[in-house]
């Protein structure tokens, strides 16, 4: 039986060479067989405090919909995804809505009737002891408390420094890769995390900034110095506009459900905002809830492949080469925001 | 009054060197001012051979759906483009439907009972005088026939390489910008359409192929040495999966009711193909017609940028070094599929 099709997630087929000694008995894994074969201590438990659960208003069939947000562990934009547990739990969240949907770029929820050139209300005011945080938070000293594992550095070499708390250990390059990134001189993995970096002007130290791919989620914000406070987060639902990096805070990644905020009906509006007639396009939010908040029965529970895993970098290496059936040429390189960390959720 | 937004469609006030000369006295025009203020001549106009209209089912509103592709110009894909011409006057396309909407990847349309998992009916057969291209055809030999004008060469450098059909001209590079690439040694622009190059083996001559960005459509296929009819299209609708370039045909992009293909609902079943159950998720096609076969009056008409006019180099390069008050960092640097080619409808 033919099967027509585009083979992104059929069977892989690929000679992955472990190590040096290993690579001339190739192994054909496919990379969600690489994920599947990883050991358990490979991966990591996200905390329920970095969980957030958004309930949407069930679709037009009466479905449920639920979208499960994993917020940016540290030391990455700790003071934005301190606000967003605080209107979590003050319950601030709850009956907002999705006021925009802007093609091939984002959906962003909030208040409808804040800075919405299509309000027809007051705004609902702010919860208190809100942080107010700086520009220069988008970007953090990249130091012992970050792992920065899997370097795409020298735009050729797959992955050259491994080692945790900043001692770098070299391993044999199994295969010539290219990561060239025009976003950053160098994309790398941390904590569960896509991260741009780059030397400070007088380096050491190294920074580093998390990238805008498909979704992440973001805050919305107003003109510079402004940097929002987490009343109003998007979501990344096309091609990365990574010429957002660095220049508004990620506060974490969609891990289930994305196709909730996706596949919602364009808006018609400026900057694809709802207009006041498509006002029932307005997605509602019954609530957000901060996953350690719930019931312990009712907590979802999730890991994530850790980035700093051989696994992982197995995993990375796969999708550069692409060795199955379907491909005839391997890229040979990769995009950041194409090698996707694996999540899964496990039982409670 | 404030505007809390995300700033990607929002004015730009940017300075732009046009020349040399000029690159002292900085203009501050916003990307699409710099489009709005393209000479007439820089604007080419499709021909309505290469404009396909397909008519979806109305929404559930009643509204109706229309999708405008641009076929792929010479010398790139031309017999598939010759294929999918054919697919439509034979009116081959009428009553197929989309088939799989995988979140992230590719809307996928066809006829539902051709090497379908959830297949309820027989096939439809294929008309006569299909073209079998080789897999020789995903590259293109640039010659004389082709202007690869804005190049992105070098990794660092903005564009040093002007001027059409092989003569290249050099001019002063305003800026430096990082157009690295980790799919293609070098990317450009071609007659519209997004380029990823090579030097062959024993180069010259340089070869090229068309890139998978957001909004291109594409040829599925089975497995190898298959390369597809034309039969079964898809559009990508999230992060360009750039590892399918030189993989699978590139036919054209969508270049108006994109929305009505990416918004859709995402299939549940393997590779996000609709389940029986989900068959009435499936959006029917009604027709799909090549332009230049409606009558006159009813001829859709479209321009795009040229991407051989100094126009699009300068747009190109205010994508890259963004300075509207949003921005506190410039990227200096873009992604090819983020410097997406003005498309404009006009006037019959």
């Given amino acids: ?53 958004m309930t949407l208003a ?27 547990r605080l209107f979590a739990r003050a319950k601030w969240y709850d009956g907002i809505s999705v006021n925009r949907v802007q093609d091939n770029y984002v959906t962003q929820w909030g208040d409808p009737n804040y800075d919405n050139p299509e309000a027809t209300g007051k705004p609902k005011p702010l919860p208190e002891g809100l942080k107010v945080m700086g520009e220069a938070e988008y970007l953090t000293e990249l130091n012992a408390s970050v792992s920065p594992f899997l370097w795409f550095r020298d735009h050729r070499i797959a992955y050259e420094g491994f080692g945790k708390s900043g001692s770098v250990q070299l391993r044999p390059v199994p295969r010539r890769a290219n990561f060239f990134d025009p976003y950053s001189p160098i994309v790398t993995f941390s904590n569960g995390f896509p991260i741009g970096t780059a030397f400070a002007p007088n380096s050491p130290p190294e920074i580093g900034w998390p990238t805008h791919c498909y979704g992440m989620v973001g805050v919305g914000r107003n003109y510079s110095p402004d ?16 010429h957002l990096d660095r220049n508004i805070a990620l506060v974490g990644r969609v891990i289930e459900g994305m196709q909730h905020l996706s596949s919602l009906p364009r808006g018609s509006g400026a900057l694809g905002f709802y207009t006041a007639e498509e006002a029932g396009k307005r997605t509602p939010i019954l609530s957000v809830r901060v996953a350690s908040d719930l019931a312990a029965g009712e907590q979802p529970k999730f890991e994530y492949l850790s980035t700093e895993s051989d696994t992982f970098a197995t995993y990375a290496e796969a999708i550069v080469n692409r060795r199955d059936p379907f491909f005839i040429v391997p890229a ?11 999540v899964r959720r496990v039982a409670p």
Same sequence: chains 1, 2.
């Fill in 227 to 242: 940097t929002g406070s987490g009343a109003e987060l998007y979501t990344v639902i096309g091609h990365a506009p990574r």
């Fill in 332 to 342: 040979g390189g990769a995009d950041i925001c194409n090698i996707r960390v694996p």
């Fill in 58 to 84: 069930p679709d037009a069939d009466g479905k449920p919909r639920q979208v499960v947000i994993q917020l940016m562990p540290a030391p990455f934009s700790q003071g934005w995804v301190h606000n967003i």
């Fill in 1 to 53: 039986m033919r099967t027509m099709l585009l083979a992104a997630s059929a069977a892989f087929a690929l000679s992955v060479p472990l190590t040096a000694q290993e690579a001339t008995k190739p192994v054909a894994l496919a990379p969600s067989e690489i994920v599947a074969a990883a050991p358990k201590a490979d991966w990591v438990a996200i905390p329920a405090e970095d969980l957030l659960v």
